[in-house]
């Protein structure tokens, strides 16, 4: 009895000593710089919106950030690190809406929902699809009028294969019955310069076309969006269109799964701050990118919705 005692003494001191650690840890956090992870290349929109994001952060939470691109894998490489990551709050990574739709397309190492920890979402990515200035396609309509006519002969670019862009253009393909070319790109430099060498015929960008459509070099034919954004508020959406498809891209900031709620929320609200703070709106401005804020508990309700979901937008469209 004695020992028994002893044993749940020593059980409850343990306990007592494993959450005053986390108490601890949560009211100490931040104490030496964060690191983030952007899963793309240096010098992308994404990498610099992330970089002004971390500055503003660094404002809340009185540390530096320092981002690590690391790119590969569809976007998914730093939800790879976060699988051996300390769950500290001291290794983040961007989360592409990419990484729910990866395990239904091949053999992944992880799973979104459970090896990840929420924290929040700020941004979210528009499509659009554009053919180049000189092309005679004038409009949405005239694009799968020109499909349907020539079977297998509109090419589109995008900047890889089971991306958001590829799977908003087939959902048209789904909608429409028209049937495309699919010609992806390593990334949105290399698509923009075949559409812009008039080496393809159409091609589907994230916000970085954005440059291209004000100069007149190319021109916006729609977006997949579910309203109209304030950068291409003359483009009409595939909603509009009558096609009954848009394609959600929020872009949010996770962690390694078990992280301790008190650093999970100082993360968010420096997230939150971060997005006020004008240097990080006057970049986001020049990309005319959307804000989309979701906090830890919305953000994390999202990742579970958006990994059910993209299971039957995989099976239905055909990219298994």
Known sequence: MQRRILALSALATAMGMAIGSAHAQGDSFPNKPITLIVPYGPGGVTDVIARALGLGMGKTLGQTVVVENKAGAAGAMGVVDMLTAKADGYRLTLAPVGIFRQPYIQKVSYDPVRDLTYIASFMTYDFILTVPANSPIQTLQDYVAWAKKHPGEMDYGTPGKFTANH???????KKTGITLNHAPFKGDADAINALSGNHIKSAIFANSILPMVQSG???????????????????????????????PSPL?????????????????????????????RQVIANYGIRTDYRDHKAYAAFAKQAFAQEKDIVQGIGLE
Do not use: N
């Open 252 to 280: 949010g900031i996770a962690g390694p799964k078990g992280m301790p709620q008190e650093v999970v929320q100082k993360l968010d609200a420096a997230i939150k701050a971060a997005m006020d703070d004008p240097a990080f």
């Open 217 to 247: 070099k190319v021109r916006a034919l729609a977006t997949a969006a579910d309203k109209r954004p304030a950068a291409f508020a003359e483009v009409p959406t595939f909603l509009e269109a009558g096609y009954g498809f848009d394609v």
């Open 167 to 173: 799977v908003a253009m087939a959902l048209l393909e």
